[in-house]
Nanobody, 121 residues
C-alpha cells in the first residue's frame, strides 16, 4: 500500500516563504513523480506545478517566478518552494503522485490529504 503525505504548510504574512514536502511511502518499488495542486474555499482544485516525464518543470502562470518545484527521486519525495507569497495563494495544497512505471500493486495516481497554506495581508 502506498501513501502520499504532504507537510510544511502554515500561516505566513504576505511576502513570506514556505517549503512544502510530499513523501510517497509504503512499497519501495512504487516510484512516483510529484505534482502540486491547490484548492481555495469555494473553488475548484487547480494545477500549481509539476515535473513532467522529461524532468521539465511546469508552472501555472499565477506562481511562475515565485514557486519552484523539485524532486528527490531516490527518496520518493517532492518539494514546492514558495516565495513572495500573496494572500491569493491561500489554499489547501495537495500533492499528486503519478507512478513512473506501471507495476502491479502500485496505484497509478495517489493523492495526499493536503496541507493548509494561509497568507495574511
Amino acid at each position: 500500500q502506498v501513501r502520499v503525505v504532504e507537510s510544511g504548510g502554515g500561516s505566513v504574512p504576505a511576502g513570506g516563504s514556505l517549503r512544502l514536502t510530499c513523501v510517497a511511502s509504503g512499497d519501495p518499488n512504487c516510484r512516483y513523480r510529484m505534482s502540486w495542486y491547490r484548492q481555495a474555499p469555494g473553488k475548484e482544485r487547480e494545477f500549481v506545478a509539476e515535473i513532467d516525464v522529461d524532468d521539465a518543470a511546469g508552472y501555472d502562470d499565477s506562481v511562475k517566478g515565485r514557486f519552484t518545484i523539485s524532486q528527490d527521486s531516490a527518496e520518493n519525495k517532492g518539494f514546492l518552494q514558495m516565495e513572495s507569497l500573496k494572500p491569493e495563494d491561500t489554499a489547501m495544497y495537495f500533492c499528486k503522485g503519478t507512478v513512473k512505471q506501471r507495476r502491479i500493486g502500485c496505484p497509478p495516481i495517489q493523492w495526499g490529504q493536503g496541507t493548509q497554506v494561509t497568507v495574511s495581508s
